[in-house]
Each structure stands twice: as C-alpha cells, then as structure tokens.
C-alpha cells in the first residue's frame, strides 16, 4: 500500500453526483433526502492507503513509455524480475470490496439486538416476549411480517437516540408497511394464528410507543387490543408450544399493566384462559401478574366509589372496596414471601465512590439485586402496594362513624408501609442509574456492588440500555403519595428529569 494523497471522505453517492457529502452517520443527508441507501465512509485506513493495483499499472505503462529506461528500480514492485502487468494472466474471481456498506436498517437491527435482545438475564425473571424475538426471528424471511416489524422497532429505538432522526423517519416508513402486513396476515386465517404474527403485533406496539414519545403524542395502544383480539383467535393454540406460552403471559402481562395504567377493570378473561393459567407452572414474575390484575380492578372500583361526592357515599360500598383491598396486600404480601431466596436486595458496600451518593442517591441506602430484571419485578410489587395501602387509607378517611384518634391508628401501618416501599424504591435508583450523568456514556459509569464482589459487564449493559425505563414507572407511583418529604419529592422528580435526559424523552 502507498500513499497518494488525501482523497475524498464523502460517500459514493455524493461522490458519483458531484455533490458535498456532510458525513453523518449512519447515513448522510443528502442520502436520507433523496430516500437512497447510503453506501456509508471508508476507513481512515482506506482513505489514506490505497489498493496498490493502479498505482503498479501505471508505473508500469510510464516505464514502458521510457519515462523510467534509465532509473534503476527504486522499489520491490519495480524489480526487472518482475514481469509487465499486461503480461501477466488475471484469474477473475469474485470482487473483493475496499469496505462493506452497512445499511441503516442492519445497523439498526444489530444495536437493537445488541442492547435489548441478547442481555443475559434469569428466564423467570421475565415477563415480556423480546426473549422469544432471535428464536424466532432466525428463521423469518426477510421481507416477512416479523421481519418488517422488527426493523421498525430497530429504527425507532436508535432512532430516539440524539442525532438519529433520519432514522426515526425511517422506522415510520417501516411502520406503514408492516401494518400493510399485518392487516394481511389478520385476514389469512392459517398466518393469524402464528406466533411469528403474535409477536410482531407485540413489536409494532412497542414501535408506536416509542415514535409516541419522540412525538409527544399519546399512543393508541390499538395493538394491545389486537394481541389480545389475537389470542381469543388462536384459542387453545396459545398453549401448542413454550414460545406460545409465553407470548400468552406477555399479552396478558400487557393487558393486565395497560388497565392498571388506565385506571380501567382488566378485559373479561376466557374461564379456559383462567383454566390453561392454572395449570401452568408460573415464575415469580407471572404470578405477580395475576396479583396485578386483582389491583387494577381494585383500583378501578375505587376510582368509581371516590368520584362520588362524600354525602353520596354510602358505608357498604365504601367497605366493599376496603375489603378488596385489604384482600389484594395480602395477595401482594404472600407473592413476597413466596419469591427466591436469592431475589431478596441486599445493602451495598459501604466503600463506594463519593461520586454515587452525589448523583444517584437519596440519603445513604443503596440495594443490590441479582438483575435489573429482577430489581423491576420488585419495584413493580412496591408500586402495587402503594397504590393498594394509599386505597385502604382514603376508605378509612371516607368511612364514617370513625374518631379522628381511630383514624390515626388506623392509618398508621398503612402509611408507615407506603413510605417504606418510596424509600425502597429510592433505593434500588443507583443500581439502575449509577453515577451516570451524561446522554452518550464515554466514560465508564460506576455501579453500587456488594462487599467483595464487583459490577458484571452484562449488569453494565444492561442498567445503561434499560435501567432508566424501568424506573420511570415506579418513581411516578412515589410522587402519587401525598405525604412525602418535600426533599424526597423533589429528588425523585430530578431522577425521572435523569432519565428522560439519558432516553431523549420529551415532555
């Protein structure tokens, strides 16, 4: 390889136009304008060092001109040994390109399956269907619903990143026509009923979440509707296999937090859905899920009998939702005493750097848990309970007949368990977060740890990926608490401005 000087950065469009190429990445403008696939940038290597083929040819055709007759050879290549190029037999063979250009798309799919889909974590931790994605997907055609579907996820979440917009408009591109698709397969009555078509409804969902986001518009949430319209199709279809299984505990999953989010009851259930539940052997995860449903009907009938105005309220229906509730804590209180063991938080070192109790802790108690996944079923747990106690004491406020100091007796477990689950909550914030106060980590972020141990690289990639979503949840649950500390208030409202800063979510 030689030197010849420095050629052009810019990408072969741009070149072959004759246009000036502004080299962003993964495509340049001028490309996404245009809707053409930008080949990408070589290396600085191939930029400066080129193929030496051209360079030999030409040498070769000056000496033979008798430009060189007289010059004694001043290189290897230029040896009398050596015979003329034009001489010399080529064997065509395929073309060896200087560099391969990755398209947008696949570098999409790679980030997204990097970041998201092949983090190691505790199957039973899991209550969502990205861990049936690769089996799958590694079988999908390439212009197939999933396939489609996938990209579009893929776009959006890179996509949302600072920067990435170009991308953002591609992953909608995507979108429509994976919706084309979609409405395609729900009228095929063999494809409607694969687990390829389930699973890329659940994506699609997950797509128009994240485009939502970046547009601060509220999403529809139509494709949890047509999941769940997907397995009352697929009926008994949804038990055939354990990927079918599992996408079912998703939907249902989804179902059950997309009414609870509402404030809504949970969709009326099959009796054989109920039935085929039962006689699943369920994860920690799962089984919160059916405590989770009782909750948000809860939440639901209380919403109704709160709405009232007080006089209106009559004692038994008040009582009746007090009873519900007392039922669903103790639901919630043997689903904790009936997980791992090893799921249980333990205290962190008390020699971390000063650096994570400056930006990631409130106070001084930071929790360690097995997984970020694991550290989101108990945040969600804590969630449910706030909502479930903060219920029993707004009852006990409308119930009548009680004395101001039966009242504080009353409330006063509820109220000292309510701030018990904000202040665990807090606490699991630097496992999630670290020290992290930067969008684009350059630097490595430093993590809570156990005495004697250290911060796995799987925790690493997975608390940077999804440690902040899975906290945004759980710390606007604390803010609902009417009685926090004004401190503790406005630390965990500067810890959701922390994540919204890392995520680019506006609003």
Same mark, same amino acid.
């Given at each position: 390889?030689?030197?010849?000087?420095?050629?052009?950065?810019?990408?072969?469009?741009?070149?072959?136009?004759?246009?000036?190429?502004?080299?962003?990445?993964?495509?340049?403008?001028?490309?996404?304008?245009?809707?053409?696939?930008?080949?990408?940038?070589?290396?600085?290597?191939?930029?400066?060092?080129?193929?030496?083929?051209?360079?030999?040819?030409?040498?070769?055709?000056?000496?033979?001109?008798?430009?060189?007759?007289?010059?004694?050879?001043?290189?290897?290549?230029?040896?009398?040994?050596?015979?003329?190029?034009?001489?010399?037999?080529?064997?065509?063979?395929?073309?060896?390109?200087?560099?391969?250009?990755?398209?947008?798309?696949?570098?999409?799919?790679?980030?997204?399956?990097?970041?998201?889909?092949?983090?190691?974590?505790?199957?039973?931790?899991?209550?969502?269907?990205?861990?049936?994605?690769?089996?799958?997907?590694?079988?999908?055609?390439?212009?197939?619903?999933? +396939?489609? !579907?996938? $990209?579009?996820? /893929?776009? &959006?979440? #890179?996509?949302? *990143?600072?920067?990435?917009?170009?991308?953002?408009?591609?992953?909608?591109?995507?979108?429509?026509?994976?919706?084309?698709?979609?409405?395609?397969?729900?009228?095929?009555?063999?494809?409607?009923?694969?687990?390829?078509?389930?699973?890329?409804?659940?994506?699609?969902?997950?797509?128009?979440?994240?485009?939502?986001?970046?547009?601060?518009?509220?999403? +529809?949430? !139509?494709? $949890?509707?047509? /999941?769940? &319209?997907? #397995?009352?199709? *697929?009926?008994?279809?949804?038990?055939?296999?354990?990927?079918?299984?599992?996408?079912?505990?998703?939907?249902?999953?989804?179902?059950?937090?997309?009414?609870?989010?509402?404030?809504?009851?949970?969709?009326?259930?099959?009796?054989?859905?109920?039935?085929?539940?039962?006689?699943?052997?369920?994860?920690?995860?799962?089984?919160?899920?059916?405590?989770?449903?009782?909750?948000?009907?809860?939440? /639901?009938? &209380?919403?109704?009998?709160? *709405?009232?105005?007080?006089?209106?309220?009559?004692?038994?229906?008040?009582?009746?939702?007090?009873?519900?509730?007392?039922?669903?804590?103790?639901?919630?209180?043997?689903?904790?005493?009936?997980?791992?063991?090893?799921?249980?938080?333990?205290?962190?070192?008390?020699?971390?750097?000063?650096?994570?109790?400056?930006?990631?802790?409130?106070?001084?108690?930071?929790?360690?848990?097995?997984?970020?996944?694991? &550290?989101?079923?108990?945040?969600?747990?804590?969630?449910?309970?706030?909502?479930?106690?903060?219920?029993?004491?707004?009852?006990?406020?409308?119930?009548?007949?009680?004395?101001?100091?039966?009242?504080?007796?009353?409330?006063?477990?509820?109220?000292?368990?309510?701030?018990?689950?904000?202040?665990?909550?807090?606490?699991?914030?630097?496992?999630?977060?670290?020290?992290?106060?930067?969008?684009?980590?350059?630097?490595?972020?430093?993590?809570?740890?156990?005495?004697?141990?250290?911060?796995?690289?799987?925790?690493?990639?997975?608390?940077?990926?999804?440690?902040?979503?899975?906290?945004?949840?759980?710390?606007?649950?604390?803010?609902?608490?009417?009685?926090?500390?004004?401190?503790?208030?406005?630390?965990?409202?500067?810890?959701?401005?922390?994540?919204?800063?890392?995520?680019?979510?506006?609003?």
């Amino acid at each position: 390889m030689v030197y010849e000087g420095r050629p052009s950065r810019g990408c072969k469009n741009c070149k072959k136009s004759h246009a000036k190429c502004d080299e962003a990445r993964p495509a340049c403008s001028l490309c996404v304008r245009k809707k053409l696939v930008c080949p990408g940038y070589k290396s600085d290597f191939d930029l400066v060092l080129r193929d030496q083929t051209s360079f030999i040819r030409d040498k070769e055709q000056r000496r033979q001109c008798g430009r060189e007759t007289n010059s004694p050879p001043n290189s290897l290549f230029e040896s009398a040994d050596v015979p003329p190029v034009s001489d010399v037999k080529v064997v065509q063979a395929f073309p060896v390109p200087r560099s391969l250009a990755v398209t947008p798309e696949h570098q999409a799919i790679c980030y997204f399956f990097s970041s998201y889909i092949l983090i190691k974590h505790r199957p039973e931790a899991s209550r969502g269907y990205l861990e049936q994605l690769l089996p799958i997907y590694t079988y999908t055609k390439h212009d197939s619903l999933l +396939s489609i !579907a996938t $990209t579009a996820t /893929a776009l &959006a979440v #890179l996509g949302s *990143r600072p920067g990435m917009s170009p991308l953002l408009q591609m992953g909608r591109t995507a979108f429509g026509r994976a919706l084309f698709l979609t409405n395609k397969s729900l009228h095929d009555p063999v494809e409607s009923k694969k687990d390829e078509t389930l699973l890329a409804v659940l994506l699609l969902g997950m797509a128009e979440d994240i485009i939502a986001l970046a547009d601060t518009t509220e999403p +529809s949430r !139509a494709h $949890t509707n047509g /999941a769940i &319209a997907l #397995l009352r199709l *697929r009926g008994k279809d949804n038990f055939n296999n354990e990927i079918a299984k599992s996408l079912f505990l998703a939907v249902r999953t989804e179902m059950v937090n997309t009414s609870l989010r509402k404030g809504v009851m949970v969709k009326a259930t099959p009796i054989e859905w109920l039935e085929d539940i039962g006689r699943l052997s369920l994860s920690a995860a799962s089984r919160l899920t059916e405590v989770t449903a009782s909750v948000a009907n809860l939440q /639901a009938s &209380a919403n109704r009998a709160f *709405r009232r105005e007080p006089q209106a309220v009559f004692d038994d229906t008040i009582e009746s939702v007090l009873t519900n509730a007392m039922k669903a804590d103790e639901a919630l209180t043997d689903w904790e005493s009936s997980v791992p063991d090893d799921w249980h938080p333990q205290p962190a070192s008390n020699t971390l750097p000063k650096e994570l109790y400056k930006y990631g802790a409130y106070g001084s108690d930071m929790d360690i848990y097995l997984e970020v996944w694991v &550290a989101s079923i108990w945040n969600s747990y804590r969630s449910q309970r706030i909502t479930v106690l903060s219920t029993i004491v707004t009852c006990l406020t409308r119930k009548a007949g009680i004395g101001p100091k039966e009242y504080c007796f009353a409330t006063q477990g509820p109220v000292s368990v309510i701030q018990q689950m904000v202040d665990n909550i807090c606490a699991s914030v630097p496992f999630h977060l670290g020290n992290r106060t930067l969008m684009d980590v350059t630097e490595e972020v430093e993590y809570p740890w156990i005495q004697g141990s250290t911060v796995s690289a799987d925790h690493r990639k997975a608390a940077l990926n999804l440690g902040g979503w899975f906290l945004i949840g759980p710390l606007s649950a604390c803010l609902k608490v009417s009685f926090l500390a004004e401190s503790q208030r406005q630390w965990i409202i500067a810890q959701i401005g922390r994540i919204k800063y890392f995520y680019n979510i506006r609003g």
